[in-house]
């Protein structure tokens, strides 16, 4: 089967790059998405979120008919699913429903020989629920349901992506992919579709397999990142400067510590890990404790601003608080589940300080940062009695180190 047209459901920080992507290596591109300001936005050959190279491919393909976003299904052979997975509430029960909604909203238009992708992170197992929200609704088509099917009008695959804010263009080609098949041939015909620009290896597995490695990458990520930050807490009681102490440490040929920051935030790292907490929380021990150890990390990072605040004195006004960065990562717009954000909040809240905010990515503050002011950074310099550097973008790289309070990641 040739694929000619791919659809992509959620056109976000990874949804509108691979739509894109598809584009660029000839494929005609179906962009699906709820917002209808992005919708707009893209078809005007424009952007809606920051990420480097990704402006110019979107004007081309755009304006090539290669790409057109639109909020109603229509057929194609390939269909991928890259919406946000989400949590219910405070116990980190993942939330799917952006998956169903995805689902129920593309099923009407499937055919026999069509692939359907999942490439939300994912709990182990919503590949496999993704698929009875499908044949519910189209009990016309059958859909696998084990390894062993061989006959199938649909092919299912879960295939993750595991790209670097701010360089996804070039890792969406190059990087490689791991390819979970709900069948051995739905692994084949997955694989066919990223061929279409994927440079790197694609690497085949079953649904569930693949799901777990996606989720175990973030985990992994996170373990070293806790290490790092939880050595942060402990030099700071012991009167120990950790970034000495780690390149120190770093010198051993077999160490490679990681830079200790405010947290840990993203779609992925901040989250991924309580999905596999979730599944077995008897014995996820370790992913737990990391999870638990960088959510912790801000609000001592909220204390440690305090204490500078308290050692100022009286002032005769409101101590005013400088925030350099809300993302994050650096040098990206992405602020979600971002630890600069929830220090940002929790200062906001606090009626004793007027807090400013530096974020060079962004235009317009939160709704739930309203109080605050979004100044340059040479305003915050200028006016703050206290800044702490959150997130390292590149315009805060030439800072003086000695009028940062804190600096992180």
């Known amino acids: ?82 919406v946000p997975t989400p949590f219910k509430g405070e116990d980190y029960t993942p939330d799917l429903s952006y998956i169903e909604a995805a689902a129920k909203t593309i099923a009407p238009v499937l055919e026999k020989g069509n692939i359907v992708i999942l490439e939300s992170t994912s709990p182990v197992g919503a590949t496999e629920q993704m698929v009875e929200w499908l044949a519910e609704i189209r009990p016309d088509l059958k859909f696998p349901a084990h390894e062993q099917d061989t006959e199938n009008d649909v092919f299912v695959a879960y295939c993750p992506e595991r790209v670097l804010p701010g360089q996804v263009i070039r890792e969406l080609v190059q990087n490689d992919r791991t390819i979970g098949g709900l069948t051995a041939r739905c692994a084949e015909k997955a694989a066919e579709v990223y061929r279409i620009f994927v440079q790197g290896q694609l690497v085949i597995t079953n649904a569930r397999t693949a799901e777990m490695t996606k989720l175990t990458e973030n985990a992994f990520r996170d373990v070293n990142i806790a290490f790092a930050n939880e050595l942060s ?49 008897d014995i996820a021990h370790i992913v737990r404790t990391a999870r638990e150890v960088n959510d912790h990390k801000p609000r001592w990072v909220i204390k440690k601003i305090g204490q500078r605040v308290a050692a100022l004195g009286q002032l005769g006004r409101k101590p005013k608080i400088a925030l350099l960065g809300l993302a994050f990562k650096p040098n990206i717009d992405d602020l979600r589940e971002s630890p600069a954000v929830f220090i940002a909040e929790q200062l906001i809240a606090d009626s004793r300080f007027e807090v400013l905010v530096v974020e060079p990515n962004i235009h317009q503050l939160l709704a739930q940062l309203s109080q605050a002011s979004l100044v340059s950074l040479q305003e915050a310099i200028a006016q703050a009695d206290v800044i702490a550097e959150l997130v390292q973008h590149q315009e805060f790289a030439n800072l003086d180190a000695n009028q940062l309070s804190f600096v992180g990641e």
């Open 1 to 82: 089967m040739t694929i000619n047209t791919v659809s992509v459901s959620g056109l976000g920080y990874i949804g509108l790059p691979t739509a894109t992507m598809f584009a660029h290596a000839g494929a005609q591109v179906i962009g699906l998405d709820v917002n209808q300001q992005a919708i707009d936005t893209i078809n005007q050959g424009r952007i809606h979120i920051v990420e480097p190279g990704l402006a110019d491919i979107v004007k081309e393909v755009v304006a090539s008919g290669h790409l057109k976003a639109a909020s109603i299904a229509a057929k194609a052979d390939a269909f991928l699913i890259a």
């Open 233 to 281: 807490l402990i030099c700071d009681q012991l009167n120990i400067n950790v970034w000495e102490l780690i390149a120190l440490a770093n010198r051993h040929p077999r160490v490679d510590i990681l830079r200790p920051g405010a947290g840990v935030g993203g779609h992925c790292i901040a989250v991924d890990p309580w999905f596999i907490v979730n599944k077995t929380p």
